[in-house]
């Protein structure tokens, strides 16, 4: 006989000839020659010597193992002490029981949804991160789920997991703030073939995601086509000088059509507005020309206008001196007093008018 010592958080297998005997646990225990035992830690997980069907028949050492079967589309989560682990794919695992509680989190990977009990940060860790899908939705963002191409439901905002298996999974989103859509430098030709280039804008808001996602292919880009069409539509039925006049009008005119149409694409538009009419360096030119004549032809009317009305005040004061003597008289001497500033000095005689002897003296009589 000899003696076998199992210490504590350690057991035994006692073999006899290669055959499996019993299990022995902490103690002294006395033994045949022709036994051997092998010692296992309890911390550690179990690997058999044998085939483990063998050793399951003993249904002490069965009570002492946890034996977990993971089928091929399945993960099993393992926490021990409730602190995550590991993960176990598929396999059979066989850990000791008694010395470290564990606890095992199974996973069917077949479905998408993951509607285990998982703790979130868990989801960071490459073990299992690997095995996830992740999709993030701003919250400023709404999203259509395409199940293997099939709509599924609307995503709000927030982040999606599902599990990473042969189901395709996709999922389109649109931005719902307030946004902008420029038409820039669209060259047009006016009602009198006139080139020009307009900078045109409109605000919108994408206000049936599943309309705008599903029903259309690039709603933007239809969005952005309409109104190309609207506006060139509009500006050919007017002339250049009745574009310039009416802007506003025709962007109101343009906005009232393409309401109907982005209704269609899943989108409100808000307002929209002409930012620039640019003219092309041909055009610019002829405007410039066009500018300068008029001014200079306004020019003319109010020079015409002021020598008409100084003419006519002149008129008017001939007509009042010669009905008042005294009138006549004080004007002579506001006339000498002009020229008396001057000259010098000036020499008349007591004979006439003082006027009419400056009149004599200038004329070189």
């Known amino acids: 006989m000899k003696r076998v010592r199992i210490n504590a958080g350690k057991v035994g297998l006692v073999f006899k000839k290669g055959d499996y005997v019993k299990v022995i646990t902490k103690g002294i225990h006395w033994l045949s020659f022709n036994k051997r035992v ?5 911390a550690n ?3 058999a010597p044998v085939a483990l069907e063998i050793l399951l028949q003993d249904k002490t050492l069965e ?6 079967e993971v089928k091929d589309s399945e993960l099993v989560l393992v926490y021990e002490k409730g602190v995550f682990k590991t993960i176990l794919t598929a396999g059979r695992y066989v850990y000791w029981k008694g010395l470290i509680e564990r606890e095992f989190t199974r996973a069917d990977l077949s479905k998408i949804y993951i509607t285990e009990k998982i703790d979130k940060t868990l989801f960071s860790k490459y073990e299992l991160s690997k095995y996830i899908r992740a999709f993030e939705v701003a919250t400023y963002e709404k999203a259509v789920l395409l199940v293997d191409d099939v709509y599924t439901k ?3 905002g927030g982040t999606y997991r599902f ?3 042969d189901t395709t999974i996709k999922i389109a989103k649109a931005d719902l703030r307030q946004l902008q859509l420029e038409i820039a430098g669209q060259e047009l030709l006016t009602k009198d073939k006139a080139a ?4 045109f804008y409109t605000q919108y808001k994408v206000t049936d995601i599943e309309k705008a996602l599903l029903e259309n292919k690039d709603y933007e880009k239809q969005l952005y086509i309409t109104m190309q069409l609207v506006l060139r539509a509009y500006v050919g039925a007017y002339t250049l000088d009745e574009l310039l006049e009416r802007k506003e009008n025709i962007a109101e005119a343009v906005f009232e059509d393409v309401k109907t149409s982005a209704t269609k694409l899943g989108v409100t538009v808000l307002n929209c507005g002409i930012r620039d009419v640019i003219l092309t360096g041909e055009m610019k030119e002829i405007m410039n020309q066009v500018l300068v004549a008029q001014k200079k032809a306004q020019a003319n009317t109010i020079t015409r206008r002021e020598e008409t009305a100084s ?5 008017n004061t001939a007509k009042l001196m010669e009905e008042n ?3 006549y008289k004080l004007k002579e001497m506001e006339y000498v007093e002009k020229i008396a500033d001057k000259i010098g000095e000036i020499t008349i005689s007591g004979n006439g008018s003082v006027v009419t002897q400056l009149k004599e003296i200038f004329s070189g009589k």
């Open 154 to 156: 609307t995503l709000d």
């Open 38 to 42: 092998l010692t296992y830690d309890l």
């Open 196 to 199: 020009i280039r307009i900078n």
């Open 45 to 47: 997980t179990f690997v």
């Open 311 to 315: 003419t006519r005040s002149l008129l």
């Open 325 to 327: 003597n005294m009138l």
């Open 163 to 165: 599990w990473r298996n």
């Open 63 to 68: 009570a002492m193992l946890d034996i977990v």
